[in-house]
């Protein structure tokens, strides 16, 4: 029993604090570092915990014990996302996929296609780093200061010509995503490819947001003239899944 109530103690610590390293949670709990180290591991074998994004050192919680309360058991994702992504489908005729941030990539975990014979080719598990995709983007906006600067550190050693990035253009870029919700990929990652994209907040504004909602867009399909329409119907989706999750947003 002792085990489990560690387990528990463990969870409620890092909720509270999040994100939260071996050696803060062994201080605050008052329990061994190898004691902490094993919990921690199994926690993440089970889904309660995972490793933060940004610092693989700390920890955070994933969605499990959200939707687990909120939904009750059984519940998945898709439960959540698969009306209004095919709502956002039919209106837009474009492929619109959620994504799932991981290690500094965003990867494609669901997905509807487009009916036109050009289309952008996303199979799922398709992975891009963050701020080279739009709901990538528009999830890093949700990321404290320091964390995002940690991710740009990391990032400036691995540029390569063809992905040079400016770092005071990207902060620049998402400061106006944070304001108004969205993102916008110009053939950011592949020249043929563009997209508009915003984050799914699922567990609530306190942590970076985990997942993403975008409409992938051939680039020369990708008018200005269609932006405004499927920005509108992109943070419309947004609304209804954030709604149905119980989560309060303001846009």
Same mark, same amino acid.
């Given at each position: &029993?002792?085990?489990?109530?560690?387990?528990?103690? *463990?969870?409620?610590?890092? &909720?509270?604090?999040?994100?939260? +390293? =071996?050696?803060?949670?062994?201080?605050?709990?008052?329990?061994?570092?190898? /004691?902490?180290?094993?919990?921690?591991?199994?926690?993440?074998?089970?889904?309660?915990?995972?490793?933060?994004?940004?610092?693989?050192?700390?920890?955070?919680?994933?969605?499990?014990?959200?939707?687990?309360?909120?939904? +009750?058991?059984?519940?998945?994702?898709?439960?959540?996302?698969?009306?209004?992504?095919?709502?956002?489908?039919?209106? /837009?005729?474009?492929?619109?996929?959620? !994504?799932?941030?991981?290690? +500094?990539?965003?990867?494609?975990?669901?997905?509807?296609? %487009?009916?036109?014979?050009?289309?952008?080719?996303?199979?799922?598990? !398709?992975?891009?780093?963050?701020?080279?995709? #739009? %709901?990538?983007?528009?999830?890093? %906006? !949700?990321?404290?200061?320091?964390?995002?600067?940690? $991710?740009?550190?990391?990032?400036?050693?691995?540029?390569?010509?063809?992905?040079?990035?400016?770092?005071?253009?990207?902060?620049?870029?998402?400061?106006?995503?944070?304001?108004?919700? $969205?993102?916008?990929?110009?053939?950011?990652?592949?020249?043929?490819?563009?997209?508009?994209?915003?984050?799914?907040?699922l567990a609530g504004l306190e942590v970076?947001?985990?997942?993403?909602?975008?409409? #992938?867009?051939?680039?020369?399909? &990708?008018?200005?003239?269609? *932006?405004?329409?499927?920005?509108?119907?992109?943070?419309?989706?947004?609304?209804?899944?954030?709604?149905?999750?119980? =989560?309060? *947003?303001? $846009?």
């Amino acid at each position: &029993m002792q085990v489990i109530a560690n387990a528990i103690r *463990i969870v409620e610590c890092v &909720m509270r604090n999040q994100p939260l +390293g =071996v050696t803060e949670i062994s201080k605050m709990l008052g329990l061994p570092k190898t /004691t902490v180290h094993r919990m921690l591991q199994s926690l993440e074998e089970n889904e309660w915990l995972a490793r933060q994004a940004q610092d693989p050192r700390k920890w955070v919680p994933t969605p499990r014990l959200w939707l687990l309360a909120n939904r +009750g058991p059984g519940f998945n994702l898709t439960d959540l996302t698969s009306s209004p992504m095919a709502r956002l489908n039919r209106a /837009t005729d474009e492929n619109v996929h959620v !994504t799932q941030a991981e290690e +500094g990539n965003i990867i494609v975990i669901d997905k509807l296609e %487009s009916t036109q014979p050009i289309r952008v080719y996303d199979p799922l598990g !398709t992975k891009v780093p963050m701020h080279m995709s #739009s %709901s990538g983007k528009a999830m890093l %906006s !949700t990321w404290r200061e320091e964390d995002l600067a940690a $991710y740009l550190d990391r990032l400036e050693p691995q540029e390569n010509q063809s992905h040079t990035v400016e770092r005071s253009e990207l902060l620049e870029e998402i400061y106006e995503i944070q304001q108004r919700g $969205y993102a916008l990929n110009r053939g950011n990652w592949r020249p043929e490819i563009s997209g508009i994209g915003t984050s799914l907040p699922l567990a609530g504004l306190e942590v970076p947001a985990p997942y993403g909602l975008a409409i #992938s867009v051939p680039t020369h399909r &990708m008018r200005e003239s269609v *932006i405004p329409q499927f920005v509108e119907l992109l943070l419309q989706a947004r609304q209804e899944i954030l709604k149905a999750a119980g =989560v309060a *947003i303001k $846009y």
